[in-house]
């Protein structure tokens, strides 16, 4: 990346690692057997398409971009 933000080299990472941090945390939070925690299903269902979401464009993400590279690297010569 041409930039020098730190932010903008490592926003994927940061979203990717505190979305996993969160649902860990809530699957934590809610095994408890003391506390009465009880998440909607409409939550599960919203936090289960935003990890896919998040995954999938994260590792997709840095997958085309390697070929990219590559391709870029392999023309040059």
Do not use: H
């Not at 979203?15 to 095994?31: A, G, N, R």
């Not at 408890?32 to 994260?58: G, S």
């Not at 590792?59 to 391709?71: A, H, M, S, V």
């Amino acid at each position: 990346m041409i930039s020098d933000s730190w932010l903008s080299k490592n926003v994927r990472p940061i979203v990717l690692l505190s979305s996993l941090s969160f649902t860990f945390l809530m699957i934590l939070t809610d095994s408890i057997e003391n506390l009465k925690f009880d998440v909607k299903t409409n939550y599960i269902d919203l936090m289960q398409i935003l990890l896919i979401t998040t995954v999938a464009a994260y590792f997709g993400g840095r997958t085309i971009e390697k070929y990219k590279k590559t391709k870029e690297l392999n023309n040059d010569n």
